[in-house]
């Protein structure tokens, strides 16, 4: 039974919210005692307020989800989970965020209910409103960006901020993509905001996007650290496969990054040479 709680909490998908390690990362401050004494708090509460957010949408999804061919399997959809029990776990983690929120630093509190309440919108509001909700959704991503400068004390480059819109706008639209051409003529039942959108138009999205995180990283490194110029290259693989697999109905910017080899190996690498230039 433990399995299915597990399963409710999506930790999988928790690995988005390494971008709160963003600031202190590019910082060169990931070696110092007070990011060590604040990393599990601040990470902890935020995988409990996404945990929260998904259980809510879940919720809300239900049967939507249950038409769906991935995610009828979801806990609350086939019943293993009822929605009271759902409700009550939601209200139980949200707590527990907000109160581990106050070891991080007096106003982080703000960023995890801000995430909550931007997730809640679009769950209840924008989720069927094209444009809206990919704008909605890389908003989640912004605050967890955010959120890392507050909780280590390192103040978000404008160029950071814009690259991580423009990345987080790309990896929406390759969603809206892959669901597009994996649902096919069905996507419309799963999704309204999917009957508004082409295919042409989302590859349009993608490239656009694509094309500015890329100059933003670039102008990000010159600003920040000349050296680090050299990891452009792997940004643009990285940005390059992910469209073709987004084309090809996979794409979850979750399942690409743990699942595709490619993928995986490039973002490794780029990891590695960003700690040599930065922290050597």
């Known amino acids: 039974m433990y399995k299915t709680y597990i399963k409710l909490l999506r930790p999988s998908q928790w690995i988005k919210n390494l971008l709160l390690l963003f600031p202190p990362f590019f910082a060169g401050r990931m070696l110092t005692i007070s ?37 009828k399997n979801r806990a609350i959809a086939n019943g293993d989970i009822a929605v009271l029990t759902a409700i009550c776990i939601a209200v139980a983690l949200f707590v527990s965020a907000i109160i581990i929120s106050a070891r991080v630093s007096s106003q982080f509190w703000l960023y995890i209910t801000a995430y909550l309440l931007i997730s809640i919108s679009y769950t209840v509001f924008f989720k069927d409103l094209v444009i809206l909700d990919i704008f909605i959704i890389s908003s989640g991503f912004l605050v967890r960006v955010l959120a890392g400068g507050e909780a280590f004390g390192v103040p978000v480059s404008n160029w950071l901020f814009m690259t991580v819109f423009m990345v987080s706008l790309f990896l929406a639209s390759g969603k809206r993509m892959g669901e597009l051409v994996f649902l096919g003529d069905e996507a419309h039942n799963h999704r309204k905001s999917l009957s508004s959108y082409s295919t042409n138009y989302l590859e349009g999205i993608l490239w656009f996007s694509a094309s500015s ?68």
């Open 35 to 71: 990011f060590s004494e604040k990393i599990v708090p601040a990470m902890l509460a935020f995988c409990l307020a996404a945990s929260c957010s998904y259980i809510i949408n879940d919720i809300k999804d239900l049967e939507a989800d249950r038409n769906h061919a991935a995610k």
């Open 213 to 280: 995180a890329l100059v933003m990283y670039s102008l990000y490194t010159l600003e920040h650290r000349s050296r680090l110029f050299y990891t452009v290259p792997l940004a643009a693989f990285g940005l390059l496969r992910y469209i073709y697999i987004a084309k090809e109905g996979k794409g979850d910017p979750t399942e690409v990054l743990l699942g595709d080899r490619q993928v995986m190996i490039v973002g490794i690498v780029w990891f590695l040479v960003i700690c040599i230039v930065t922290y050597t």
